[in-house]
Nanobody, 123 residues
């Protein structure tokens, strides 16, 4: 079983910073792409940033220049540094990991989600 544990959310004033942390653990052969998604009340879950195992990154336009995604492959962890936060960044942030796992001697590709961490930015 694979688990993603997130931390780092909270309440911050506009212009402030937060750093999100997510660690994958369990029976993982290899963690492939990882990413952060967010879901605001009444809206769908949207991609914020993704990073491949080789370090290639992708960001939604609204966070470019403010957020930075990084990872530590040795620890199966992914980070999201969020600077210059705006009230519209308020949402529940979810960590995602695409992993290669072995189930019943079969190599499988699975996608896993963290439990979510609340980020609230006050104006």
């Amino acid at each position: 079983q694979v688990q993603l544990v997130e931390s780092g959310g909270g309440l911050v004033q506009a212009g402030g910073s937060l750093r999100l942390f997510c660690a994958a653990s369990g029976s993982i052969f290899r963690v492939n792409a990882m990413g952060w998604y967010r879901q605001a009340p009444g809206k769908e879950r949207d991609m914020v940033a993704t990073i491949t195992s080789g370090g290639s990154t992708n960001y939604v336009d609204s966070v470019k220049g403010r957020f930075t995604i990084s990872r530590d492959n040795a620890k199966n962890t992914v980070y999201l540094q969020m600077n210059s936060l705006k009230p519209e960044d308020t949402a529940v942030y979810y960590c995602n990991a695409n992993a290669t796992v072995v189930e019943a001697a079969v190599i499988m590709l699975r996608s896993y989600w963290g439990q979510g961490t609340q980020v609230t930015v006050s104006s």
